[in-house]
C-alpha cells in the first residue's frame, strides 16, 4: 500500500513548467496514458468513489518510448476526510489493446470512463511527481510516497506530500485528494 495526493493545477502547462524549471525542478520523462474503466455494474450511479473503484478495473495503455498496455486492479483506502490515504496496484501486461477492449465490451461489462493524460514526470532530488494534463478535465499533479518517507504513518505521508506541492507557487485546489475518474463521470 502507498500514499498518494492529487491536487488540480489551475496555471496553464507553459506556466508550470516555467514554475517548476525556476525552482529547479527538472522534467525527466513524458508519456501519454489512456485508461478505461471496466465494471460489471451497469448503473454507477449508486457507488460512492471507493466502492466504484474497489468494483472495477482498467486497461490501460501506456504510449512512450517502451508502449505497453496493462490490465490494473487498484484498492483505494481513504480516511475520515475522504483523502486517498493508502493504494494497492495490481498490474499485468496484455498483448492487444482492440482485442482486450473486445472482449470485455462482449462480456457486457460496462466501460463508464475514459480518461487520456499527457504526463511529465519533474523531479528534484528525492522528490518526484507528475503533471497529468487530463483530456476534458484539467491539470493535476500527482505524487506518490517515495522511500524518504518509509518512517512516517499514512496521515504524515499526506501532509508532508500537500506541504510540498503547497510550496511550489502554483494555483491549486483546495482537494488534495481528487478522485479523476469520480471528477470525471460526474461532468458526463
Known sequence: METEITVQVFNKLEEIQKILKGSGFEMIESYQLNDWYFSKYEDISFFGYQDLLN???LVRQIID???QI???YKKKVLDENNNVISEEKTNTTIKDLEK????F???NLNNYCVLKNNSYVYKKDEICFVVQCIKDLGIFIEYEEDDSMKNMNEKEKFNYMSKIV????????QNYSCKKVYMKIKNM
Open 55 to 57: 468494483n472495477s478495473f
Open 65 to 67: 518510448d517502451n508502449p
Open 70 to 72: 496493462q490490465l490494473c
Open 100 to 103: 482486450t477492449l473486445q472482449i
Open 105 to 107: 465490451k462482449m462480456a
Open 166 to 173: 503547497k510550496q511550489l507557487g502554483l494555483k491549486l485546489g
